[in-house]
């Protein structure tokens, strides 16, 4: 079984920054990709920022240059630096991991998402 557990959403105001967390926990043998969408009301799930294995990052055009997404392989942990929020950055943060399990390949799990709220 795995969980994907998040933490650090809340409350914040407009140009103001939160840092949320995302840790794996299961018995897969490693991570791939992790990567965190958002989900505003009435609107699709995104994607916001994608990090590699290998420590490649990807962002969507309009967190890049205030979200860094990073990682800690050896807390199995996905981080994302949110700076100069904006109150259209408001949604619930969902974290994604790509798990490779021995003998079945890779499997993509998601958190129960974080909610992220900027008053303008």
């Known amino acids: 079984q795995v969980q994907l557990v998040e933490s650090g959403g809340g409350l914040v105001q407009a140009g103001g920054s939160l840092r949320l967390s995302c840790a794996a926990f299961?018995?897969?043998?490693?991570?791939?990709?992790m990567d965190w969408y958002r989900q505003a009301p009435g609107k699709q799930r995104e994607m916001v920022a994608r990090?590699?294995?290998?420590?490649?990052?990807t962002y969507a055009d309009d967190v890049n240059g205030r979200f860094t997404i990073s990682r800690d392989d050896a807390k199995n942990t996905v981080h994302l630096q949110m700076n100069s929020l904006k109150p259209e950055d408001t949604a619930v943060y969902y974290c994604?991991?790509?798990?490779?399990?021995?003998?079945?390949?890779?499997?993509?799990?998601w958190g129960q998402g974080t909610q992220v709220t900027v008053s303008s």
């Open positions: 994604s991991a790509d798990l490779l399990w021995i003998g079945v390949g890779v499997r993509t799990y």
């Open positions: 299961g018995s897969f043998f490693s991570i791939r990709a």
């Open positions: 990090i590699t294995n290998g420590g490649t990052t």
